[in-house]
């Protein structure tokens, strides 16, 4: 029987996601593309979770496109790139795209490698811890193609316009301590996936309505305007002071007691 293409463990309110496909370099089929959708699909209604943390089993993240795999079916590529509505992600951009629709932070344990849609699923994340010695690459250029997971839209974010056609045009390939200088990993670290977790573990002692709302606040400001970013720290204000996590967050933080207040589900963000 074939194991499923991700896994997903919840312990401690933290969401542990593993890419389970290590024999072919955990590389993107279309039974991986649908599995990654349909955890996104789940964790987006889980109001328990507070933190995931998206992993590859053995000794790579993800290589990339399974080329031989999606290109012997015309009707895989159909399915990947088509669309309804032509704003809308589609099946292989929702991969990267869903993450930044989870209102709780997504933290990224890059190894190994982490090419073409392995990167551009990394790039959906809110943070990415990478060993210095894993490889990363913007790989579509190899095989012809362009970029097109939606990781442009984290670029956009993330480094200069220049360095980011350099990527995808040359389709080099680069270390976790390069990306690091192209601001494209959060931080370089021996123990990603050790150093994701405690990071996580850091953060569900907040709030998980001030975590939701900030995330939310810095997606949908970052590049809009002035205006518009001072009435959502307002609205999303006002919402967390009607809510009941702030205050028990609050009473933790000036009791001096291990029997703190136990958060309650965040508010749908």
Known sequence: MTEPRVTIEISNNIAHVKLNRADKLNALDMAMFIAIRNTIKSLKKNRDIRA?????SGDDFCSGLDVKSIMKSPMSMIKLLFKALPWRANLAQVVSTGWQEIPVPVICAIHGRCWGGGLQIALGADFRFATADSSLSIMEGKWGLIPDMGGTVALRDLIAIDQAKKLA??????TGEQALALNLVTTVTATPLADAQAFAQSLIKKSPDALAANKKLYNNSWNDSKGWALFRESYY???ILMGKNVHRKIYNQTHDTEQHKVFKPRKKW
């Open 169 to 174: 045009m040359t389709a080099e390939t680069f």
């Open 237 to 239: 204000q006002i919402r």
């Open 52 to 56: 995931v943390i998206v992993s590859g």
